[in-house]
């Protein structure tokens, strides 16, 4: 079992920048994929951004691409999302994943493992 542990929401200003942190109880052979996603109010939970645990590879959603960031520390067992030029939309609840595969990492399905969420609330 692993558990994930979110850090980092809050308010901010259209146009400002936020980070977010996904702590990892523990860090396991079987876990490659990291992820963060994003549900907002009345709509379904949507893929952000990935990254390969072990080597490092990235994959982001169009609507966040050259806009938020996202990386690893291994000795900390921890992923970062590092948000810049935030814009309204952006306002959800941020959920930190975990899965085994690194692979379709745009799917929910993916993952097997997920934090409890942080809110992120960006004022117009």
């Known amino acids: 079992q692993v558990r994930l542990v979110e850090s980092g929401g809050g308010l901010v200003q259209a146009g400002g920048s936020l980070g977010l942190s996904c702590a990892a109880s523990?860090?396991?052979?079987?876990?490659?994929?990291m992820g963060w996603f994003r549900q907002a109010p009345g709509k379904e939970r949507e893929f952000v951004a990935a990254?390969?645990?072990?080597?490092?590879?990235?994959y982001y959603a169009d609507s966040v691409k050259g806009r938020f960031t996202i990386s690893r520390d291994n000795a900390k067992n921890t992923v970062y999302l590092q948000m810049n030029s935030l814009k309204p939309e952006d306002t959800a609840v941020y959920y930190c994943?975990?899965?085994?595969?690194?692979?379709?990492?745009?799917?929910?399905?993916?993952?097997?493992?997920w934090g409890q969420g942080t809110q992120v609330t960006v004022s117009s």
């Open positions: 523990r860090r396991t052979g079987s876990i490659n994929a």
């Open positions: 990254i390969n645990w072990s080597g490092g590879a990235t």
């Open positions: 994943a975990a899965g085994r595969y690194y692979s379709s990492t745009h799917s929910p399905n993916t993952y097997n493992y």
